[in-house]
C-alpha cells in the first residue's frame, strides 16, 4: 500500500514524466525478457561452461549489445569484426557519426579490452573493407 506521501509527490509529478517512466519501464522489461530468451538459447548450445560464456557473448553481440571480455585476443577481435555484415557495419558507423555530431564527439568510445562496437574498431573496419573493395575494383 502506498504511502500519503507517495500519493502526495506521485500527484505533482506531470503526467508527460509518468508517461516516460513507463515507457522506459516497458522497453527494460522487454530488454529483461530478450534477454532472458538469449541465455536459455545459449544454454541449451552448450556442453559446459566455457561454451555456454561463449555463444551467449556471440548471441549477445549478435543482437547489438555491447559486450566486454577480459582475453579479447587480436584474433578473437579481428574474427568478430569479419563477422559483422556490411550492412550491418554501415549502420552502426552512421549510427556513431550521428553520434558524435550529436554529442560533440563526448560519445567517442575506446575500451580497454578493445570490443568490435568500439568508435575506432568500427571505423577501422570500414577503412579497411573500403581499402579491400578498392584493391578488388583495379
Known sequence: MASKAYKRMM???PQHIKDKVNIDMNYLN???EELKEVLIKSWTKSDNNKDFFEELTNNLISRGVRVKTKNMTKERL???QSEMSNK???KEVERQITELARTG???HRMSVPPIPEDTDMILSELVKRFKCALTNER
Open 105 to 107: 564527439g563526448k560519445s
Open 30 to 32: 522487454n530488454q529483461a
Open 78 to 80: 579481428k574474427e568478430l
Open 11 to 13: 500527484k505533482k509529478i
Open 88 to 90: 550491418t557495419l554501415i
